[in-house]
């Protein structure tokens, strides 16, 4: 079973960009679809990006297109979402998670398929 450790967040001006990192261990992340998270107060968990290398696949949430990146670096065993032009509303808790089964049924967002990380907190100020 793989283990999911963030960091990487923190507070940044609006306009601004951050970098997180999610460092896996147990496993290697090449298996498993990957993906970001996050959840304001008082909000749903949404989802913001998933890739997997396996199946050579991105997703991006709209309110993320062309801001954020999704990467990763299977020799490294990590995961990276690279922000960049920053928005208030971008202020919450970011979790990544790793799903190990087919593309579609990870996308289907049932959190019970995947394995979560402690989160790491993002908060941006205007």
């Known amino acids: 079973q793989v283990q999911l450790v963030e960091s990487g967040g923190g507070s940044v001006q609006a306009g601004g960009s951050q970098t997180l990192s999610c460092a896996g261990s147990?496993?290697?992340?090449?298996?498993?679809?990957m993906g970001w998270f996050r959840q304001a107060p008082g909000k749903e968990r949404e989802r913001v990006a998933l890739?997997?290398?396996?199946?050579?696949?991105?997703y991006y949430a709209d309110f993320v297109k062309g801001r954020f990146t999704i990467s990763q670096d299977n020799a490294k065993n990590t995961l990276y979402l690279q922000m960049n032009s920053l928005k208030p509303e971008d202020t919450a808790m970011y979790y990544c998670?790793?799903?190990?089964?087919?593309?579609?049924?990870?996308?289907?967002?049932?959190?019970?398929?995947?394995?979560w990380g402690q989160g790491t907190q993002v908060t941006v100020s205007s």
């Open positions: 998670a790793a799903c190990r089964s087919s593309w579609i049924i990870c996308g289907d967002f049932d959190s019970r398929r995947f394995t």
């Open positions: 890739m997997s290398t396996t199946f050579g696949r991105t």
């Open positions: 147990g496993d290697g992340l090449s298996k498993y679809v």
